[in-house]
């Protein structure tokens, strides 16, 4: 596995989005307020466990507190759960050990070029992924990130693996609150998976598919894999 280099061989400061995104992250999942965050998978996770069958091995991008992630290791899949917040991993792992599941828990910082060869060196030692999950990811990363990501998801995807995600596309009611969200077109998202080498199988954008409580938000669906 090859891996990419910063062009001019600088090495990346850290920027103000950075800290000010982790700030955030690392703040809410310490706070009461994270603990209002459901625990029972999302529907998302069930329409990705329609499509693929355990055992095999799937890293969840962006678990928060690991509902999604705890669900498929229930389910019998080799899960490894990624986030940017240390408080979130910690929470994540908490509820593992509690069950007594096998899923792992590891910190994943999208926002630094010259961190993907160890990002990918790391996750590649714990689990060589077929499947990456993303769930509510896509929305909450600049852009520069969100590049990263579909980086990050070649260079860890055997032939055939796929991602699954589910985003945001539009504003609307938010049950925990305001913080940073970037909203990017469906159709967007294709080109840059397609740009990365990978091909879109599947697209749809619609209501119904993520309710909770009062909030209906207009999601996008996407399945993509690295021929």
Same mark, same amino acid.
């Given at each position: +596995?090859?891996?990419?280099?910063?062009?001019?061989?600088?090495?990346?400061?850290?920027?103000?989005?950075?800290?000010?995104?982790?700030? *955030? @992250?690392?703040?809410?999942?310490?706070?009461?307020?994270?603990? /209002?965050?459901?625990?029972?998978?999302?529907?998302?996770?069930?329409?990705?466990?329609?499509?693929?069958?355990?055992? !095999?091995?799937?890293?969840?991008?962006?678990?928060?507190?690991?509902?999604? =992630? #705890?669900?498929?290791?229930?389910?019998?899949?080799?899960?490894?759960? #990624?986030?940017?917040?240390?408080?979130?991993?910690?929470?994540?792992?908490?509820?593992?050990?509690?069950? !007594?599941?096998?899923?792992?828990?590891?910190?994943?910082?999208?926002?630094?070029?010259?961190?993907?060869?160890? +990002? =990918?060196?790391?996750?590649?030692?714990?689990?060589?992924?077929?499947?990456? *999950?993303?769930?509510?990811?896509?929305?909450?990363?600049?852009?520069?990130?969100?590049?990263?990501? @579909?980086?990050?998801?070649?260079?860890?995807?055997?032939?055939?693996?796929?991602? *699954?995600?589910?985003?945001?596309?539009?504003?609307?009611?938010?049950?925990? !609150?305001?913080?940073?969200?970037?909203?990017?077109?469906? !159709?967007?998202?294709?080109?840059?998976?397609?740009?990365?080498?990978?091909?879109? &199988?599947?697209?749809?954008?619609?209501?119904? +598919?993520?309710? *909770? /409580? &009062?909030?209906?938000?207009?999601?996008?669906?996407?399945?993509?894999?690295?021929?």
């Amino acid at each position: +596995m090859t891996f990419p280099t910063p062009r001019d061989g600088s090495v990346p400061a850290v920027t103000d989005a950075d800290h000010e995104h982790r700030d *955030y @992250w690392e703040q809410f999942y310490r706070s009461e307020a994270s603990r /209002k965050v459901p625990t029972d998978p999302s529907p998302f996770a069930r329409w990705v466990s329609e499509r693929e069958q355990p055992p !095999g091995p799937l890293v969840d991008i962006g678990t928060g507190n690991g509902r999604d =992630a #705890l669900w498929f290791a229930r389910q019998g899949f080799e899960t490894l759960g #990624l986030d940017y917040a240390e408080a979130a991993v910690e929470l994540a792992s908490s509820h593992a050990r509690d069950e !007594g599941l096998t899923a792992r828990f590891e910190q994943l910082n999208l926002y630094h070029d010259d961190e993907l060869e160890q +990002m =990918a060196s790391r996750v590649a030692e714990t689990v060589r992924p077929s499947i990456l *999950y993303a769930r509510f990811f896509v929305h909450a990363l600049e852009d520069d990130a969100r590049q990263n990501l @579909w980086l990050l998801a070649r260079l860890l995807l055997p032939r055939g693996g796929r991602v *699954y995600l589910e985003f945001r596309v539009a504003e609307t009611q938010h049950a925990f !609150g305001e913080h940073y969200r970037h909203f990017v077109a469906p !159709g967007v998202v294709e080109e840059e998976i397609t740009a990365q080498g990978g091909t879109v &199988d599947h697209l749809e954008v619609g209501n119904g +598919m993520a309710v *909770y /409580k &009062d909030e209906d938000p207009t999601v996008c669906r996407i399945i993509a894999f690295w021929p």
